[in-house]
């Protein structure tokens, strides 16, 4: 019975330590993406075009020091 409690109770701890600090850590990275992607739509649709003309040049970019 004693190396079965002692089992449990080390499950018990990974579980604290390890899973709720994953766990924690997952949300505040949600949170913290959901305000800068909040902060970013302004609205303005300027900006959204830059956007994606600087991403696509990047992406060109990419794919030509890649090959």
Known sequence: ?????RL??????GD???IETYVAGAA???LGLGWLL???QT??????VM???????AV???AGLAT
Do not use: M
Not at 43 to 48: K, N, T
């Open 1 to 5: 019975v004693r190396p079965v409690h």
């Open 8 to 13: 449990a109770r080390g499950a018990t701890l």
């Open 16 to 18: 604290r330590d390890v």
């Open 28 to 30: 505040g990275s949600a």
């Open 38 to 40: 909040r902060k970013a």
């Open 43 to 48: 609205g303005g649709v300027q900006l959204y």
């Open 51 to 57: 956007v994606v003309v600087v991403g696509a040049a």
């Open 60 to 62: 060109a970019l990419a």
